[in-house]
């Protein structure tokens, strides 16, 4: 049984995230599934929410339960959905389009200008459970670790921009080798790409 409330990390008005165990587990809705949550990555942009820097200072809100990047096993579903059952193990897409808008209705959810994002306009994955649109729930294929599910979202991010051209016999440039970088030398490699070269600032 899902208890009314769970633990969290939740953002604070001043510089650091705050623990709290009494936060209110999100409401399904009849399109939703309710995730029980089993692994989360921080992502950078977790790091500016942490340093509260004015990056996303003003766009998350005080208490906001943050994180974007997890995986976890789906316990409940919306009386609408018909795609996930309870058991299945997902990783979470954390841009939720609003499909209808022009975009999203002619098949580029992705630049939708009313989107609203996991761990930032909404409760994210940094705690115990986590409310996502059915469609943003992706199934996890069998063989793939916990660990690797939850950065299912950011490899797909560097899958999209590795590919956006042809990289058959091309030399490609690399800059910065942070986790993005990192996989974005894998997909240049295994998508053809003749050289790779990768380059990192000197700190």
Not at 42 to 49: A, F, K, N, R, T
Not at 51 to 60: A, C, I, L, Q, W
Not at 116 to 128: K, N, T
Not at 132 to 158: H, M, Q, R, T
Request: aromatic share 6%; with cysteine; glycine share 10%.
């Amino acid at each position: 049984m899902v208890p009314e409330t769970m633990k969290a990390l939740v953002k604070s008005s001043e510089k650091g995230m705050q623990f709290r165990d009494d936060v209110p587990i999100p409401a399904i809705g009849p399109r939703d599934v309710l995730v029980k949550v089993i692994t989360a990555s921080i992502c950078g942009s977790d790091l500016h929410i942490y340093k509260n820097d004015s990056v996303f200072r003003d766009r998350v809100l005080d208490g906001r339960v943050t994180g974007h990047e997890f995986c976890g096993e789906i316990i409940d579903v919306g009386s609408q959905v018909t795609t996930l059952a309870k058991g299945d193990i997902i990783s979470a897409e954390s841009h939720v389009a609003c499909g209808s808008c022009h975009y999203c209705l002619n098949g580029a959810p992705h630049i939708c200008q009313e989107v609203s994002a996991v761990g930032f306009d909404r409760p994210g994955g940094f705690a115990q459970y986590s409310v996502l649109p059915a469609e943003n729930a992706v199934p996890v294929p069998g063989g793939i670790s916990y660990d690797v599910a939850a950065c299912l979202e950011p490899f797909g991010n560097a899958v999209y921009t590795a590919r956006c051209v042809d990289l058959v016999n091309k030399v490609v440039w690399v800059t910065g080798c942070g986790p993005q970088g990192l996989m974005a030398i894998a997909v240049a490699k295994a998508a053809g790409a003749r050289i790779v070269i990768a380059t990192e600032m000197k700190k």
